[in-house]
């Protein structure tokens, strides 16, 4: 039968002659590699995020002074322009100075005419003594008289009339001795300068007050910055504007004040503290990243510190997570300059040894 049907014996032999099917190792190991490597990349990234907290949700402000004239009067020259940079004690603008100068010499007058009537009081006629001496001397005659008086009166050489009348005579002279003295009084007291400015008379020392607090207004006519930033708004000063005293009309961003504030969610703060290191990453400046720490921690919610809180006794509440905001100090300067409103990612490392 082999000899009759050859082909099936090749069957046979093709058969035996073949080696069996061996299994892809290397697919099945890059098979199972690959789960393992996501689980072990997992858990090196889940191992990155501890002790730390980050969020984006954070902003670059900065301390900013509004600047405001303490007198009214007609702008004169203006000093700045927008994102003009200033040092503490430049000039910002200036007020006409005129109307002030006249009152200050109106107030020299004012104590010109106060030093003339303190003159006038010391040289008056009460304060002299005179008289005093003359009443004294008319008290003196007086009783001189009366003494004559009364011995005629006895011997009957004069009328009671005329005894009278030397005793009346007395008692004149002792009330214009008592009135020239009470004017005496009335003269020295309105010289007198008081406990509060002694030695000083009453009248000048009202009078240089007034010169003081007018040079005061004088000075302040030039109106300077306080503190060396960057000055904001300076188009709304025009030569010619007239000023309102306390209205607000430049803001000046304080140099070196920038500082950090983000916005955690409550469920990060667990960890939290004062004192914490921290990074910043900034949207605007692709790479830059400085270091800084927690400063502060907010004592209210952003919601609860709103002008208007929410309420949530409601029927269909529904718990939202709140975010406190934490204040971030750079520990560093920045090559670039922070504007104020930048968006800026924050992390803070809560274990306190990553830097």
Same mark, same amino acid.
């Given at each position: 039968?082999?000899?009759?049907?050859? #082909?099936?014996?090749?069957?046979?032999?093709?058969?035996?002659?073949?080696?069996?099917?061996?299994?892809n190792w290397g697919r099945l190991m890059l098979? %199972?590699?690959?789960?393992?490597?996501?689980?072990?990349?997992?858990?090196?990234?889940?191992?990155?995020?501890?002790?730390? /907290? %980050?969020?984006?949700?954070?902003?670059? $402000?900065?301390?900013?002074?509004?600047?405001?004239?303490?007198?009214?009067?007609?702008?004169?020259?203006?000093?700045?322009?927008?994102?003009? $940079?200033?040092?503490?004690?430049?000039?910002?603008?200036?007020?006409?100075?005129?109307?002030?100068?006249?009152?200050?010499?109106?107030?020299?007058?004012?104590?010109?005419?106060?030093?003339?009537?303190?003159?006038?009081?010391? +040289?008056?006629?009460?304060?002299?003594?005179?008289?005093?001496?003359?009443?004294?001397?008319?008290?003196?005659?007086?009783?001189?008289?009366?003494?004559?008086?009364e011995a005629l009166w006895k011997r009957g050489?004069?009328?009671?009339?005329?005894?009278?009348?030397?005793? $009346?005579?007395?008692?004149?002279?002792?009330?214009?001795? #008592?009135?020239?003295?009470?004017?005496?009084?009335?003269?020295?007291?309105?010289?007198?300068?008081?406990?509060?400015?002694?030695? /000083?008379?009453?009248?000048?020392?009202?009078?240089?007050?007034?010169?003081? %607090?007018?040079?005061?207004?004088?000075?302040?006519?030039? /109106?300077?910055?306080?503190?060396?930033?960057?000055?904001?708004?300076?188009?709304?000063?025009?030569?010619?504007?007239?000023?309102?005293?306390?209205?607000?009309?430049?803001?000046?961003?304080?140099?070196?004040?920038?500082?950090?504030?983000? +916005?955690?969610?409550?469920?990060?703060?667990?960890?939290?503290?004062?004192?914490q290191p921290a990074e910043v990453k900034f949207?605007?400046?692709?790479?830059?990243?400085?270091?800084? $720490?927690?400063?502060?921690?907010?004592?209210?919610?952003?919601?609860?510190?709103?002008?208007?809180?929410?309420? +949530?006794?409601?029927? +269909?509440?529904?718990?939202?997570?709140?975010?406190?905001?934490?204040?971030?100090?750079?520990?560093?300067?920045?090559?670039?300059?922070?504007?104020?409103?930048?968006?800026?990612?924050?992390?803070?490392?809560?274990?306190? #040894?990553?830097?």
């Amino acid at each position: 039968m082999a000899e009759s049907d050859p #082909r099936i014996d090749l069957d046979a032999a093709s058969r035996v002659d073949q080696p069996a099917p061996r299994r892809n190792w290397g697919r099945l190991m890059l098979m %199972a590699s690959l789960p393992l490597a996501l689980l072990i990349g997992g858990l090196i990234y889940w191992q990155s995020l501890q002790g730390q /907290v %980050a969020t984006d949700n954070a902003y670059v $402000h900065v301390d900013k002074v509004t600047i405001s004239a303490e007198v009214s009067g007609k702008i004169i020259e203006v000093a700045v322009k927008d994102n003009g $940079h200033v040092k503490a004690g430049d000039l910002l603008f200036r007020i006409d100075p005129e109307p002030y100068q006249l009152q200050l010499s109106q107030a020299d007058a004012t104590i010109a005419t106060a030093q003339a009537s303190q003159v006038a009081l010391a +040289n008056a006629a009460p304060l002299s003594g005179a008289d005093i001496s003359a009443a004294q001397e008319q008290i003196a005659f007086a009783r001189s008289n009366l003494s004559r008086q009364e011995a005629l009166w006895k011997r009957g050489f004069a009328t009671k009339a005329a005894y009278d009348a030397a005793q $009346h005579q007395v008692a004149m002279g002792e009330e214009a001795l #008592r009135l020239a003295q009470a004017k005496q009084a009335e003269a020295a007291a309105k010289l007198a300068s008081g406990s509060q400015l002694p030695g /000083v008379y009453p009248q000048i020392a009202a009078a240089r007050a007034q010169r003081s %607090a007018v040079e005061l207004q004088l000075r302040r006519t030039e /109106v300077r910055a306080p503190v060396s930033g960057q000055i904001t708004q300076a188009s709304r000063l025009q030569v010619g504007q007239d000023m309102i005293s306390g209205l607000p009309v430049l803001t000046l961003v304080e140099d070196g004040s920038s500082y950090i504030e983000a +916005n955690f969610k409550e469920t990060e703060l667990a960890d939290m503290r004062v004192g914490q290191p921290a990074e910043v990453k900034f949207d605007a400046y692709p790479g830059l990243k400085l270091k800084g $720490h927690v400063s502060s921690i907010g004592a209210g919610t952003g919601s609860d510190a709103s002008v208007l809180p929410a309420q +949530n006794a409601t029927g +269909n509440w529904v718990k939202v997570t709140q975010r406190v905001p934490v204040r971030i100090a750079l520990d560093e300067a920045s090559p670039r300059t922070l504007i104020a409103g930048l968006s800026v990612k924050v992390k803070v490392f809560t274990d306190g #040894r990553k830097r």
